[in-house]
């Protein structure tokens, strides 16, 4: 009987597709995915290094999974990711029962990794320094059937202060066009109508091979794939965004009027800190110039809150460009001092209780700003891309959940004939400061939907020949 196997992810959307394509992998090696509830044999953990609970999960997680481990020495344990190329040693030290330990740049040798540790009954360690190639041949078990991730970069150039990425994820690598292209193609082929471009910097695209256009140009070659309804790109950095970007976002119809774009501090003080390189001025600017040329884009950010040095008025210059700008929404932090990093030895650490009653309060003001701003969606229409995904409440409240084409969440009635994957239009009704409630109205069938409804139907198929009970998708 086949090997099961299960994937636990934390941390970006990198490490999201990175777990896809960990998924792929063990689905080529032979192994099946777990059932919902069951134990598996193999399980794997796709870590992040960014924030401090991250680590506390994992050796969380590792813990509860030792006495099964005791129990059933067959079963495998492999640690990969940020954490796992930072900590290599410690993760052995505090587990040593873990038996494959794999860093960022070398995801695809996990299965000859847990061969290996089986066959020789010893923890095996393998982190590359470096990233060879670009892997752009890694097989990948989509979340999805109709959206997907498509890395046009690994790596970052920038130096951070906060941020170990660049540590391990090495210096940007770029793809060529010709293979995002192709891969982009490959997955219309196979009913994906929707696809977000994945890069540590996404904008610096082109630095590898010198030209400054390579983004822009990518997004508008983009524009001409047949079928591809909505493409959407994560995270590009202020440095690098510049006007051609803006107006291949305007001028191509099925790229979507959503911007995402780390801010990280309001003050020009704090922004130096971090070696940003940008200051309020300029990124106050891109935003004028994307609602310029796209008057109903959505603008969402990142923001870290106690940065070493930040004083109240630092504080509240972030709390006054959150005003200015009004931000669909702010994915705010609380700084985490991370070994490694420059910031961590900086003087003047903001005390947790400062910290925390600052995010207290940058949380409760974004909300009322994110609730104005949606508020102003009330009685617009929005096409929705209805989410296969998105929330498990839905049924019990009776109702479907999409993304807006300027990625607000939506909430509408399930009275009407929608699959996961089709579009529907919506009369917004109502708002809160996280998502949107509306009227449904006209359902667009589309590939997207056809493609989730075959993926539903062969995991139905697979159920019954296995003798499994069916799994709700």
């Known amino acids: 009987m086949n090997r099961t196997y299960a994937v636990e992810t934390y941390g970006c959307q990198m490490n999201v597709h990175d777990s896809e394509r960990i998924a792929g992998l063990l689905d080529e090696a032979g192994f099946i995915p777990v059932e919902p509830g069951k134990q598996a044999d193999i399980v794997v953990f796709n870590t992040c290094a960014v924030r401090e609970n991250a680590d506390n999960k994992l050796y969380g997680n590792l813990s509860f999974l030792a006495p099964i481990k005791k129990a059933n020495p067959n079963m495998q344990i492999a640690v990969g990711g940020c954490l796992a190329q930072k900590d290599q040693a410690t993760i052995l030290k505090k587990a040593p029962y873990v038996d494959v ?23 095996q360690i393998e982190i590359l320094e470096s990233l060879e190639h670009f892997p752009s041949t890694l097989p990948a078990r989509r979340l999805s059937a109709f959206s997907s991730w498509v890395s046009v970069s690994v790596g970052c150039n920038n130096t951070c202060t906060f941020c170990i990425v660049p540590t391990l994820r ?54 001409k794939v047949d079928g591809l309804e909505r493409v959407r790109f994560m995270s590009p950095h202020p440095r690098d965004f510049t006007d051609d970007v803006i107006e291949a976002m305007a001028t191509t119809a099925n790229v979507m009027p959503h911007l995402h774009m780390p801010l990280q501090s309001g003050s020009n003080s704090i922004l130096q800190s ?29 923001i870290i ?22 931000f669909a929404a702010a994915y705010t932090y609380q700084y985490s001092k991370r070994p490694g990093t420059l910031a961590a030895s900086m003087p003047d650490q903001v005390s947790a209780e400062v910290v925390g009653e600052r995010y207290t309060r940058l949380h409760n003001h974004q909300q009322a700003i994110s609730l ?23 049924e019990a409240q009776e109702r479907m959940t999409g993304r ?19 579009e529907v239009e919506v009369s917004i009704t109502q708002a809160s400061a996280h998502y949107l409630i509306g009227t449904p109205g006209k359902v667009r069938a589309t590939r997207g939907g056809d493609a989730h409804a075959a ?10 020949l296995l003798g499994m009970p069916t799994l709700k998708v």
């Open 101 to 123: 330990v794999f860093g960022t740049h070398n995801v695809g040798s996990l299965p000859v990794l847990l061969e290996r540790a089986r066959i020789e009954e010893e923890s």
């Open 170 to 223: 090495g210096i940007e690598k770029d793809r060529s066009a010709i293979d995002i292209l192709s891969e982009v193609r490959a997955l219309v082929d196979q009913g994906v109508i929707e696809i977000t471009l994945l890069g540590q910097n996404v904008n610096a695209y082109g630095v590898d091979f010198g030209d400054r256009s390579a983004f822009a140009n990518l997004l508008k070659e983009c524009g």
């Open 274 to 302: 971090m070696r940003r390189s940008y200051r309020t001025d300029r990124y106050l600017g891109i935003i004028d110039r994307v609602r310029t040329a796209m008057p109903h884009a959505a603008i969402t950010t990142d």
């Open 305 to 326: 809150v106690g940065f070493p040095g930040e004083t109240e008025s630092d504080f509240q210059a972030t709390m006054d460009l959150c005003t200015q700008a009004r």
């Open 372 to 394: 104005s701003v949606n508020e102003e969606a009330v009685g617009r229409n929005f096409k929705v891309l209805v989410g296969d995904y998105e929330g498990r409440r839905d």
């Open 404 to 422: 807006s084409e300027d990625f607000r969440l939506v909430h509408f009635s399930n009275s009407i004939e929608a699959r996961p994957g089709d």
């Open 455 to 464: 993926r539903t139907a062969e995991k139905k198929s697979a159920a019954t």
